[in-house]
């Protein structure tokens, strides 16, 4: 019987359950995960932070691993048929209907309605369908693709890799641009690396503690700086003074912290754009200037909520590139996997931002 680890409700400590193997409809499958992502939105999902979660809930929504069974016929985007064995990860968005108003009219598919993420609004109810368990459900519909990388090396990006590509793409990010990124977790690093695969001249990071961004500069920041040693007036002068008084041309927000979007606003130069990624849970309300902030500086300001299959897509073609994916090789040395009974060690330490990122390892570690 496959075990699941289980947030059984919003505040109560992760448990390990067993459970019944699934039974499979027409074109699914059963993934035996590998490894699957511990991130910022599993320590919100913990404390119950996010709506719209059905509890009891098996995190884990970025995860790899092999495909042991599939019953009838399964295709990749290219049309090749996917064989048992073969090690796949999945788009852990699931159906997006391409049929209602925000599909077809507004093309803002990350906004539809009918869709459901695998360890986040699907719950075990649904069937197994998080990757902090032995195996995972891929029911019909769910789009697999081949990982030809190593999984470490495709978990280094994990769930941030097509967040931070759908950040960069709203931002517009140009050949010669001057980036800040705000915040130095997961999302943020990976903003950085974007950004300068899109052209990016440099890319500053505004961030903390010093271990992360220790990892950005790795990333390629050109330089860094520590946000709790210096107040927004003094960040906004280390900006300026960098970039002969105006500010950054793109400034991409991953803090996860209301004011940083205003200091964002601030940071960037007139007819900048600021993209805000980071306030993916409510974290309450923030004030800004509309004269000032806004208005009179010509700003365009963009949301970036969750990310689609191209990104998904395309971040999986970067880190699987023997060239391109450098910066996620370098970065596997940062991941720390847990065994599933230590899923709550692996929630405090991501929680308390000790370690750059937190993967569940099923069966990899030998006691
Ligand atoms: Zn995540
Ligand atoms: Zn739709």
């Given at each position: 019987m496959p075990r699941v680890a289980v947030i059984?409700?919003?505040g109560v400590p992760v448990e390990i359950r067993e459970v019944a193997e699934p039974r499979l409809e027409e074109n699914s499958a059963v993934l035996d995960v590998e490894f699957s992502e511990v991130c910022g939105t599993d320590v919100y999902l913990q404390q119950g932070r996010l709506q719209g979660v059905p509890y009891p809930l098996v995190p884990g929504h970025v995860s790899v691993g092999r495909l042991s069974k599939i019953r009838g016929r399964l295709f990749d985007v290219e049309g090749r048929e996917f064989r048992e064995g073969e090690r796949v990860t999945f788009?852990?968005?699931?159906?997006?209907?391409?049929?209602?108003w925000y599909c077809l009219?507004?093309?803002?598919?990350?906004?539809?309605?009918?869709r459901k993420v695998y360890g986040?609004?699907?719950?075990l109810d649904d069937g197994l369908?998080?990757?902090?368990?032995?195996q995972i459900y891929l029911k019909p519909g769910t789009r697999c693709i081949r990982l030809d990388a190593q999984p470490e090396t495709f978990m280094a990006g994990g769930c941030a890799l097509p967040t931070a590509l759908h950040a960069v793409e709203r931002g517009d990010v140009a050949i010669g641009d001057t980036v800040l990124v705000l915040g130095s977790g997961p999302v943020g690093i990976n903003a950085i690396m974007l950004s300068l695969m899109r052209g990016a001249l440099r890319v500053f990071c505004v961030g903390a503690p010093d271990h992360r961004l220790a990892v950005a500069a790795e990333a390629g920041a050109c330089e860094v700086l520590n946000f709790e040693n210096h107040n927004d007036d003094e960040r906004l002068e280390w900006i300026r003074a960098r970039t002969n008084g105006r500010g950054a041309d793109v400034t991409i927000e991953a803090t996860g912290v209301p004011a940083a979007v205003r200091q964002a606003m601030r940071f960037t130069r007139d007819a900048g754009r600021v993209v805000v990624v980071?306030?993916?849970?409510?974290h309450g309300e923030t004030s800004f200037n509309?004269?000032?902030?806004l208005n009179q500086k010509h700003l365009d300001v963009r949301g970036c909520w969750g990310s689609d299959f191209s990104h998904f897509y395309r971040g999986v073609q970067i880190v699987s590139d023997p060239l391109k994916s450098q910066p996620w090789v370098q970065l596997q040395n940062r991941l720390k996997p847990y065994d599933l009974n230590d899923a709550n060690a692996a929630l405090a330490d991501v929680s308390a931002g000790n370690i750059f990122k937190a993967l569940i390892s099923i069966g990899q570690i030998q006691a």
């Amino acid at each position: 019987m496959p075990r699941v680890a289980v947030i059984p409700e919003p505040g109560v400590p992760v448990e390990i359950r067993e459970v019944a193997e699934p039974r499979l409809e027409e074109n699914s499958a059963v993934l035996d995960v590998e490894f699957s992502e511990v991130c910022g939105t599993d320590v919100y999902l913990q404390q119950g932070r996010l709506q719209g979660v059905p509890y009891p809930l098996v995190p884990g929504h970025v995860s790899v691993g092999r495909l042991s069974k599939i019953r009838g016929r399964l295709f990749d985007v290219e049309g090749r048929e996917f064989r048992e064995g073969e090690r796949v990860t999945f788009l852990d968005v699931h159906r997006t209907c391409h049929a209602c108003w925000y599909c077809l009219v507004a093309r803002a598919t990350t906004r539809c309605p009918q869709r459901k993420v695998y360890g986040i609004t699907y719950g075990l109810d649904d069937g197994l369908c998080g990757g902090w368990a032995d195996q995972i459900y891929l029911k019909p519909g769910t789009r697999c693709i081949r990982l030809d990388a190593q999984p470490e090396t495709f978990m280094a990006g994990g769930c941030a890799l097509p967040t931070a590509l759908h950040a960069v793409e709203r931002g517009d990010v140009a050949i010669g641009d001057t980036v800040l990124v705000l915040g130095s977790g997961p999302v943020g690093i990976n903003a950085i690396m974007l950004s300068l695969m899109r052209g990016a001249l440099r890319v500053f990071c505004v961030g903390a503690p010093d271990h992360r961004l220790a990892v950005a500069a790795e990333a390629g920041a050109c330089e860094v700086l520590n946000f709790e040693n210096h107040n927004d007036d003094e960040r906004l002068e280390w900006i300026r003074a960098r970039t002969n008084g105006r500010g950054a041309d793109v400034t991409i927000e991953a803090t996860g912290v209301p004011a940083a979007v205003r200091q964002a606003m601030r940071f960037t130069r007139d007819a900048g754009r600021v993209v805000v990624v980071g306030q993916y849970t409510d974290h309450g309300e923030t004030s800004f200037n509309p004269h000032l902030d806004l208005n009179q500086k010509h700003l365009d300001v963009r949301g970036c909520w969750g990310s689609d299959f191209s990104h998904f897509y395309r971040g999986v073609q970067i880190v699987s590139d023997p060239l391109k994916s450098q910066p996620w090789v370098q970065l596997q040395n940062r991941l720390k996997p847990y065994d599933l009974n230590d899923a709550n060690a692996a929630l405090a330490d991501v929680s308390a931002g000790n370690i750059f990122k937190a993967l569940i390892s099923i069966g990899q570690i030998q006691a």
